[in-house]
């Protein structure tokens, strides 16, 4: 493997969404700049004082739900004190001119994923991780059942000061909210429009290129190999229903996404002996991040066909698909006033790093 990562500096485009770009710059990796030690973490099992531990229950609001039940948790669902939305309350929306406001309605909670206050997610086992999908799972079906005003549901995970957890107990959060967010909307609109063209899912595509997909391209006067792609070089890890790819366009260093094999537009419609494979994926995907850029803080969130109206036609064109976002670097004034994201690692170089990493039981 290349101890160091090729010159680069061209502008991607995101397949899904067209009109997000990022640029690639690994030049600017080299920019002299001070040293960030990696975040710390609290690895206690037990914090007497933390409301998600066990003994706490009564500083939290009543459980929702509990796994495998309130006594003997390991997974516990809770309503979040302090809600982005929420159905206390449900305000009519208004107009003023260009001015428009919808309720603020909604559900806001929290999934405790684990029992063990400092545990890491590549440090717990695979029935576990298989469990808090189910958690995911059936609370989401649950939420759209009881409400048929909202219209997603988003599962998330924020890891690390620098990702917004503001606890340092394990956790995952769930929003459920009367509008689909643009990220996804973009995501339904854009594969639609390449499903009707082509009549075959994109997410699907990609990974038929990951998997079975090379090329070299030369240059036209020199005869010199300018680009060369080969078979799985964007390929992370893979599972029997499940692979993780780091996208030819991605927007963070260590970005990663895990999809379905198969195509499927709704998490809801994952089955349940199938969530073993992907927390297998996710469990070993977060093994080698851990194992490359050693203390990542990071976000994860689950992107779903959305229940609404408009979205559901979508079944044969979207592909549900889970979202693993490093934050190893804060957007700059570039960023933010233009749009583009910077990224200063190639999407090459990282897949290669994270791919050599020798896990315990790789054989």
């Given at each position: 493997?290349?101890?160091?990562?090729?010159?680069?500096?061209?502008?991607?485009?995101?397949?899904?969404?067209?009109?997000?770009?990022?640029?690639?710059?690994?030049?600017?990796?080299?920019?002299?700049?001070?040293?960030?030690?990696?975040?710390?973490?609290?690895?206690?099992?037990?914090?007497?004082?933390?409301?998600?531990?066990?003994?706490?229950?009564?500083?939290?609001?009543?459980?929702?739900?509990?796994?495998?039940?309130?006594?003997?948790?390991?997974?516990?669902?809770?309503?979040?004190?302090?809600?982005?939305?929420?159905?206390?309350?449900?305000?009519?929306?208004?107009?003023?001119?260009?001015?428009?406001?919808?309720?603020?309605?909604?559900?806001?909670?929290?999934?405790?994923?684990?029992?063990?206050?400092?545990?890491?997610?590549?440090?717990?086992?695979?029935?576990?991780?298989?469990?808090?999908?189910?958690?995911?799972?059936?609370?989401?079906?649950?939420?759209?059942?009881?409400?048929?005003?909202?219209?997603?549901?988003?599962?998330?995970?924020?890891?690390?000061?620098?990702?917004?957890?503001?606890?340092?107990?394990?956790?995952?959060?769930?929003?459920?909210?009367?509008?689909?967010?643009?990220?996804?909307?973009?995501?339904?609109?854009?594969?639609?429009?390449?499903?009707?063209?082509?009549?075959?899912?994109?997410f699907c595509s990609l990974i038929d290129e990951a998997l079975t997909f090379e090329a070299t391209?030369?240059?036209?006067?020199?005869?010199?190999?300018?680009?060369?792609?080969?078979?799985?070089?964007?390929?992370?890890?893979?599972?029997?229903?499940?692979?993780?790819?780091?996208?030819?366009?991605?927007?963070?260093?260590?970005?990663?996404?895990?999809?379905?094999?198969?195509?499927?537009?709704?998490?809801?419609?994952?089955?349940?002996?199938?969530?073993?494979?992907?927390?297998?994926?996710?469990?070993?995907?977060?093994?080698?991040?851990?194992?490359?850029?050693?203390?990542?803080?990071?976000?994860?969130?689950?992107?779903?066909?959305?229940?609404?109206?408009?979205?559901?036609?979508?079944?044969?064109?979207?592909?549900?698909?889970?979202?693993?976002?490093?934050?190893?670097?804060?957007?700059?004034?570039?960023?933010?006033?233009?749009?583009?994201?910077?990224?200063?690692?190639?999407?090459?170089?990282?897949?290669?790093?994270?791919?050599?990493?020798?896990?315990?039981?790789?054989?």
């Amino acid at each position: 493997m290349s101890s160091k990562q090729e010159t680069l500096r061209e502008i991607r485009i995101n397949p899904i969404v067209p009109n997000q770009s990022v640029v690639i710059a690994t030049a600017r990796s080299l920019r002299p700049r001070k040293k960030e030690d990696p975040a710390p973490r609290d690895t206690r099992k037990h914090v007497d004082q933390c409301p998600f531990c066990t003994g706490n229950e009564d500083k939290t609001p009543p459980a929702i739900a509990s796994y495998p039940d309130e006594k003997n948790w390991k997974i516990r669902i809770v309503e979040n004190l302090y809600p982005v939305l929420d159905d206390d309350n449900n305000l009519p929306g208004f107009s003023l001119g260009l001015q428009q406001a919808i309720s603020g309605y909604g559900r806001h909670e929290v999934i405790i994923d684990n029992d063990n206050h400092g545990i890491a997610i590549h440090e717990m086992d695979e029935p576990h991780l298989a469990k808090l999908f189910f958690a995911y799972q059936n609370r989401m079906q649950q939420l759209y059942s009881l409400d048929k005003r909202l219209r997603y549901v988003l599962v998330f995970k924020n890891f690390g000061p620098a990702a917004g957890a503001s606890i340092a107990h394990t956790h995952s959060q769930i929003i459920a909210m009367p509008v689909t967010p643009e990220d996804v909307y973009n995501e339904v609109v854009h594969s639609r429009r390449y499903y009707q063209k082509n009549n075959q899912c994109i997410f699907c595509s990609l990974i038929d290129e990951a998997l079975t997909f090379e090329a070299t391209i030369y240059d036209r006067e020199s005869g010199a190999i300018r680009r060369k792609i080969n078979v799985g070089q964007y390929v992370v890890e893979k599972g029997k229903h499940f692979v993780a790819i780091k996208p030819f366009a991605s927007r963070f260093e260590w970005e990663i996404q895990i999809l379905p094999l198969t195509h499927q537009a709704d998490f809801l419609d994952a089955d349940t002996d199938k969530l073993s494979d992907l927390a297998r994926v996710l469990r070993r995907t977060m093994a080698r991040l851990e194992s490359v850029i050693g203390g990542a803080q990071y976000n994860y969130f689950l992107h779903s066909l959305p229940h609404d109206p408009e979205c559901l036609a979508s079944h044969d064109s979207y592909h549900w698909h889970l979202e693993i976002c490093p934050r190893t670097s804060i957007p700059s004034g570039f960023e933010l006033g233009s749009g583009f994201f910077v990224n200063i690692i190639s999407p090459e170089y990282a897949a290669e790093k994270l791919r050599a990493v020798k896990l315990d039981n790789d054989t």
